[in-house]
């Protein structure tokens, strides 16, 4: 969990995906972690009466090969 915030009427909880890779790319050298995605907010269950939204964000992964073979044409 990254933040956790309460008020009166909600939970606001941020959540970041971990720095796992896939097990198909997780022996491949070229497969790199460069950020985040922008937050998208889910609504979820009310817990204890109180509303819920999840604010979750991706990783970006790029194969670093791809994007230099771009940049020297």
């Known amino acids: ?9 909600r939970f606001d909880i941020w959540l ?5 890779q ?16 922008d937050y998208r ?7 204890r ?3 819920t939204y999840l604010h979750v964000r991706k990783r970006k992964w790029l194969d670093w090969r791809q994007f230099a073979g771009k940049n020297e044409q």
């Open 1 to 9: 969990m990254d933040r956790f915030e309460k008020s009166e009427s």
């Open 16 to 20: 970041d995906e971990k720095n796992e």
């Open 22 to 37: 896939l097990s198909e790319d997780k022996y491949n050298k070229n497969i790199i972690c460069y950020g985040f995605g």
């Open 41 to 47: 907010t889910i609504q979820d269950y009310p817990i």
């Open 49 to 51: 009466g109180r509303a």
